[in-house]
């Protein structure tokens, strides 16, 4: 399931990239339009700037801006920076691997198995879905 903080990181990503390009957004502006607490907001956006995706300029006239084309903003980036690891369980997952402590053969696994189509065709989505699709 998708936490809060991804759902309202992608909902601000999308405000921001719907402006026009060098337009800054203030957090209040973000929080008001999606309506998001503006303190769980800007930790978000905190977090989305230190990963390239954002920039900020503080002061009057400042705000929000994407640092990246919004067709170059892969959701699968987005939703591992906000999210952590896309796969259901932690024995299919590609960057955040765990085998489970209670399943002595992954390979014999029923879940294993219906855990990797579903990671599978949830990563062909995401890689194939970028910010620009979404506005």
Not at 33 to 57: C, M, P, Q, Y
Not at 61 to 76: F, P, Q, R
């Amino acid at each position: 399931m998708l936490s809060k903080k991804t759902k309202y990181g992608i909902k601000a990503l999308t405000c921001i990239a719907r402006q026009e390009k060098g337009t800054m957004l203030q957090i209040a502006a973000i929080a008001e339009k999606e309506n998001i607490s503006h303190k769980f907001l800007e930790s978000i956006l905190l977090t989305l700037r230190k990963t390239g995706v954002l920039g900020a300029k503080k002061g009057k006239g400042g705000g929000y801006y994407l640092l990246k084309n919004a067709v170059e903003v892969k959701m699968t980036d987005v939703i591992r920076t906000l999210e952590g690891p896309i796969a259901m369980v932690p024995c299919v997952s590609l960057n955040f691997y765990e085998k489970c402590d209670d399943c002595p053969d992954e390979n014999a696994c029923a879940v294993h198995k219906l855990m990797i189509q579903v990671r599978d065709n949830t990563l062909d989505v995401l890689r194939n879905t970028t910010l620009a699709d979404l506005v």
